[in-house]
């Protein structure tokens, strides 16, 4: 088994920074992704950032220059620098692994960016 955990989120204004993190632990022996999901109230889940073993990245089109994804291999760790922020950025945030072909989630972490 495989547990997720976040860490990070909160409130913040417009123009605003947080730093999201999460931590994998169990039984891993090959985390082939990581990465971070949103949902906004009404809205469908949406891809945020991933990134591979290897480190290569894929960022969605509304965070592309104000979102980093970063991960430390050795501790199972994902972050998640967020600049910029937006309003439209409210959402629930949740981490996301990808561990020898099976999904694994957080339990997701309130992020509220007020104008």
């Known amino acids: 088994q495989v547990q997720v955990v976040e860490s990070g989120g909160g409130s913040v204004q417009a123009g605003g920074s947080l730093e999201l993190s999460c931590a994998a632990s169990?039984?891993?022996?090959?985390?082939?992704?990581m990465g971070w999901y949103r949902q906004a109230p009404g809205n469908q889940r949406e891809r945020v950032a991933i990134?591979?073993?290897?480190?290569?990245?894929n960022y969605a089109d509304s965070v592309k220059g104000r979102f980093t994804i970063s991960r430390d291999n050795a501790k199972n760790t994902v972050y998640l620098q967020m600049n910029s922020l937006k309003p439209e950025d409210t959402a629930v945030y949740y981490c996301?692994?990808?561990?020898?072909?099976?999904?694994?989630w957080g339990q997701g972490t309130q992020v509220t960016v007020s104008s």
């Open positions: 169990g039984s891993i022996f090959s985390i082939n992704a």
């Open positions: 996301w692994t990808l561990v020898a072909g099976r999904h694994y």
């Open positions: 990134i591979t073993i290897g480190g290569s990245t």
